[in-house]
């Protein structure tokens, strides 16, 4: 059976994908996933060499033709976006493909049509097969995306004979992080001893908890708050989630961002040591 391991955090900056790429140079047999399709970096830590792309189709757009068009205006006062312009055409950032455009014109002039909101990848790296997207600037339906790329990677998983898939997943409690939790069976949260830090942890627990997965929380930079530290301890402990690991804050962490390489990879210092250490548990769990 393969096993989805997803790496996600209840706000941006907890240092998330570095965990994550440090998992990918530690895993022996897995496949790689980022699903953080609206800011995709895992791929600035682990280079990948891309083997295929293919366009993604995130919806529809509308057009409408002006051989049709009789100038009514009725799409204009049904477009709840302002995405219909001067001259009667469709500003496709605005546009939010809901059709009703086309359902009221009186003309028929308007034709919801596929729309390219960017393009997935498989790739190769030195750790192994490689799955990311890359989402073009304002696009939307994440998602969808997100669904697709664990697709992919599962596939992949299958067809090589590799038990696990390590999934880096985007911050928060939106859209693409429900479609990489779906079906998951193990989420760490990565969190930093901050007031929001903890706020954005109980959202994000609370979420992930829904899906009946095993959940652990590792604190990345706990020594720079240790009071807040002992908070999301306690409230680990409180809601019985599995307490990984306290990561130190480690000047090698944004070196070893900087070379683009995996932290444990590029470093022998307590923060790396600490990742090697949450990976052993994940392991146990898995």
């Given at each position: 059976m393969i096993k989805e391991l997803v790496i996600i955090?209840?706000?941006?900056g907890t240092g998330k994908t570095s965990v994550a790429a440090s998992f990918a140079a530690l895993a022996e047999n897995a496949v790689i996933a980022d699903c953080d399709v609206d800011a995709a970096d895992l791929h600035l830590l682990l280079?990948?060499?891309?083997?295929?792309?293919?366009?993604?189709?995130?919806?529809?757009?509308?057009?409408?033709?002006?051989?049709?068009c009789t100038g009514c205006g009725e799409c204009v006062i049904y477009c709840r976006f302002d995405a219909i312009g001067?001259?009667?055409?469709?500003?496709?950032?605005?546009?939010?493909?809901c059709g009703v455009c086309a359902r009221f014109c009186p003309a028929d002039a308007i034709e919801m049509r596929d729309h390219i909101s960017g393009d997935w990848f498989v790739s190769d790296t030195a750790y192994g097969p490689m799955v990311h997207a890359r989402l073009?600037?304002?696009e939307g339906n994440s998602g969808k995306l997100v669904s697709l790329i664990r697709k992919k990677a599962k596939e992949m998983a299958e067809e090589d004979k590799r038990g696990l898939v390590i999934i880096d997943g985007s911050p928060g409690i939106g859209c693409p992080v429900i479609a990489t939790l779906t079906g998951a069976h193990f989420a760490l949260i990565v969190t930093e001893p901050t007031v929001s830090g903890l706020?954005?942890?109980?959202?994000i627990y609370e979420l992930a908890r829904r899906f009946r997965?095993?959940?652990?929380?590792?604190?990345?930079?706990?020594?720079i708050n240790r009071e807040m530290s002992e908070k999301i301890r306690d409230f680990c402990s409180r809601e019985g989630a599995l307490f990984c690991e306290e990561l130190p804050y480690d000047d090698d962490v944004t070196a070893a961002i900087v070379a683009g390489k995996p932290l444990v990879e590029y470093s022998r210092g307590p923060a790396?040591?600490?990742v090697e250490r949450v990976w052993g548990r994940i392991l146990n769990e898995l």
């Open positions: 955090s209840g706000k941006g280079s990948p060499r891309e083997k295929s792309s293919e366009p993604f189709d995130g919806g529809k757009k509308a057009y409408i033709h002006p051989g049709l001067d001259y009667f055409v469709v500003d496709p950032l605005a546009c939010e493909g073009g600037i304002a706020h954005d942890l109980g959202r997965m095993k959940i652990a929380v590792c604190v990345n930079k706990a020594d790396a040591l600490g």
